[in-house]
């Protein structure tokens, strides 16, 4: 099973941009289905967007245009870019690797087999 480690993050003011890292323990991460989940305080886990293994993206509809998703399978590693920050962007992002998804895109939580523990994002107004 994949490890995943999210670093970077941090906090900035709104309308600047962030930038995560998840680093994969495999090379073979990059077969799978690979997402960007974000957890606000008192709120439910959310889908952010997804990579497939051709390094194909697609956002939830509420977040395309501000987030990028991209990899880099030569340093096993997933990142996410959030611009035009938003104080609503505060959350804990969490990345996901879901070997079992065959047709890659944001689904239920519960089918992604691998979580890092979280990077803190925070949109400061």
């Known amino acids: 099973q994949v490890q995943l480690v999210e670093s970077g993050g941090g906090s900035a003011q709104a309308g600047g941009s962030l930038r995560l890292t998840c680093a994969a323990s495999?090379?073979?991460?990059?077969?799978?289905?690979m997402s960007w989940f974000r957890q606000a305080p008192g709120k439910e886990r959310e889908g952010v967007g997804y990579?497939?293994?051709?390094?194909?993206?697609g956002y939830a509809t509420s977040e395309e245009g501000r987030f990028i998703i991209s990899k880099d399978n030569a340093k096993k590693t997933l990142y996410l870019e959030i611009n035009s920050l938003k104080p609503e962007d505060t959350a804990m992002y969490y990345c996901?690797?879901?070997?079992?998804?065959?047709?890659?895109?944001?689904?239920?939580?519960?089918?992604?087999?691998?979580w890092g523990r979280g990077a803190q994002g925070t949109g400061s107004s």
């Open positions: 996901a690797a879901g070997p079992g998804i065959g047709y890659c895109r944001l689904v239920d939580p519960a089918r992604y087999d691998s």
């Open positions: 495999q090379v073979t991460y990059n077969r799978y289905c």
């Open positions: 990579i497939n293994s051709a390094g194909n993206t």
